[in-house]
């Protein structure tokens, strides 16, 4: 398979965002707008047909085709990347910032719904709630502080009297065509990448791979004993102890199934944990977190640090310490040029 | 094809344990991606509003931070989840950083516009 109709596909939604990005106030801009919306959007499913029929197109080891082998096409994550992707156009090309800003909640969400699709329920909500809910309503501050004042000289500027329509430098792009261009070899080098001839991509994991995966989620518990000790009370009540490690491990995996030796009364016996005391996705991405990468972590809280510490240097209003202020401080007299006869005196070089 | 036909077409949240990841899904999570940092460079070259053009970052960050998660699942990895934890305190940072410094440039100018200050650049014989 020939990776043109892929690159077609791009060239098509690039010519539909270039048409998306002419003023809606010049002659026929609104026509065009259209007409781009129509344009990318087909860009965009043509594209999305073509990788989907690609990833599907490869087989296992085995032989048979994937699609089959996994129950079909991840209609969820196509919805969710058309909501993505129309957004960020919608984004991209609004003449209203604080607009803008709402169409980049829409992609936060969108992004966060592709998130739970990839089993990653923690950083869907962080997301949510750092983006759309922190950072975003920052953003939104900073739009309403710097709000443009009717009278400023860049409203209403360009085509017609548009006040409305907002300031001219959020109306008219620059260099549409150029910006496009460059975008689209992006978007050609990225899926050039990604989907021809990307190895990585077209190799399903063994399932071997899948059973080591699955045994290191069961070994992470190892490191919570509260929580196992609590699981493995759940299943066997009157146990007694701690659980008593086996060859060095408290859990010993065989066929995705964990069991842990406890003694009940005087006997041991291995006990088999049931699937719902598997580290559940915050679980898994803390243990990382701070076990994997214990100094990454410490970085992430030093510019956080440096961050607040830049914003307060940055917001602080500048105060102008002039000759006089530099006199009242020092406990000395006023040069001070309201008083003529002061300014008399001190021409004469006299002292008062 | 029975055995295809018994799963489930919409499946958004797992039963739990690790499961294979759907390379279908996988490629299309990546074809957002991409999409979406090619949209966020754009966005970022086109818009003249300086608080636009930082907003364009932060979509270009979205994308990447997708690719990670996606990536993740791939490889069966909860480290590409911990990296989208890294880029949103990035994020933050930059947002706090970056919004003082547009908020001080528009004192100085009563503009947003990016081109206010194109006389900091090199004179262009």
Redesign the interface.
């Known amino acids: 398979m020939t990776p043109y109709a892929l690159y077609a596909a791009g060239l098509i939604g690039a010519i539909g965002l270039y048409l998306l990005m002419r003023p809606s106030d010049t002659p026929g801009g609104t026509q065009t707008r259209i007409l781009g919306t129509l344009i990318g959007l087909a860009g965009v499913a043509f594209m999305f047909v073509e990788v989907l029929s690609r990833a599907s197109a490869y087989t296992l080891s085995d032989g048979s085709p994937l699609s089959t082998a996994f129950g079909g096409m991840p209609v969820p994550s196509v919805i969710l990347g058309m909501a993505a992707i129309a957004a960020a156009t919608r984004m991209v090309t609004h003449q209203k910032p604080v607009y803008a800003a709402l169409y980049f909640i829409l992609v936060v969400v969108s992004t966060a719904g592709l998130f739970l699709t990839l089993q990653a329920e923690f950083m869907a909500f962080a997301l949510i709630i750092v983006y759309a809910g922190a950072i975003l309503i920052t953003y939104m501050f900073v739009l309403m502080l710097a709000h443009q004042s009717p009278s400023s000289p860049d409203i209403g500027s360009g085509w017609g009297g548009d006040v409305e329509g907002g300031t001219r430098y959020d109306r008219v792009p620059r260099e549409p065509f150029v910006a496009v261009l460059i975008g689209f070899g992006v978007l050609a080098s990225l899926s050039h990448a990604y989907f021809v001839d990307n190895a990585q991509l077209q190799v399903k994991p063994s399932d071997a791979a899948v059973a080591t995966a699955n045994a290191d989620l069961w070994h992470s518990l190892e490191t919570m004993p509260r929580r196992l000790k609590a699981e493995v009370k759940r299943v066997v009540p009157d146990m007694v102890g701690e659980p008593i490690a086996v060859d060095g491990q408290l859990i010993q995996v065989r066929d995705g199934k964990a069991t842990v030796r406890v003694m009940v009364g005087d006997q041991p016996r291995d006990v088999t944990l049931p699937d719902t005391a598997q580290p559940t996705n915050t679980q898994e991405v803390g243990l990382a977190l701070v076990s994997s990468f214990p100094a990454s972590l410490e970085l992430a809280s030093v510019i956080l640090l440096m961050a607040m510490f830049g914003a307060v240097v940055l917001a602080r209003k500048q105060i102008e310490i002039g000759e006089d202020e530099r006199r009242d401080a020092a406990g000395m007299r006023r040069l001070s040029v309201e008083d003529p006869e002061m300014v008399r005196d001190a021409a004469r070089g006299g002292r008062s | 094809?029975t055995?295809?036909m018994a799963?489930?077409?919409?499946?958004?949240?797992?039963e739990?344990?690790?499961?294979?990841?759907?390379?279908?899904?996988?490629?299309?999570?990546?074809?957002?991606s991409?999409?979406?940092?090619?949209?966020?460079?754009?966005?970022f070259?086109?818009?003249?509003?300086m608080?636009?053009m930082?907003?364009?970052t932060?979509?270009m960050l979205?994308a990447a931070?997708?690719a990670f998660?996606?990536f993740?699942?791939?490889?069966?990895?909860?480290?590409?989840?911990?990296m989208?934890?890294?880029v949103?305190?990035?994020?933050?940072?930059?947002?706090?950083?970056a919004?003082?410094?547009?908020?001080?440039l528009?004192r100085k100018k009563?503009?947003?516009?990016?081109?206010a200050w194109s006389e900091l650049r090199e004179d262009v014989k």
């Not at chain 2, 919004?99 to 001080?104: A, C, Q, T």
């Open positions: 094809m055995h295809s799963q489930p077409m919409i499946q958004l949240l797992a739990g344990g690790v499961t294979a990841p759907s390379l279908p899904l996988i490629h299309a999570t990546l074809f957002v991409v999409v979406l940092f090619s949209i966020g460079m754009i966005g070259l086109t818009r003249r509003n608080i636009m930082f907003l364009c932060e979509l979205q931070c997708l998660v996606a993740g699942r791939l490889h069966m990895d909860v480290s590409g989840q911990v989208v934890i890294f949103l305190t990035v994020a933050a940072a930059e947002a706090a950083l919004l003082g410094l547009v908020v001080l528009y009563e503009t947003l516009s990016s081109e």
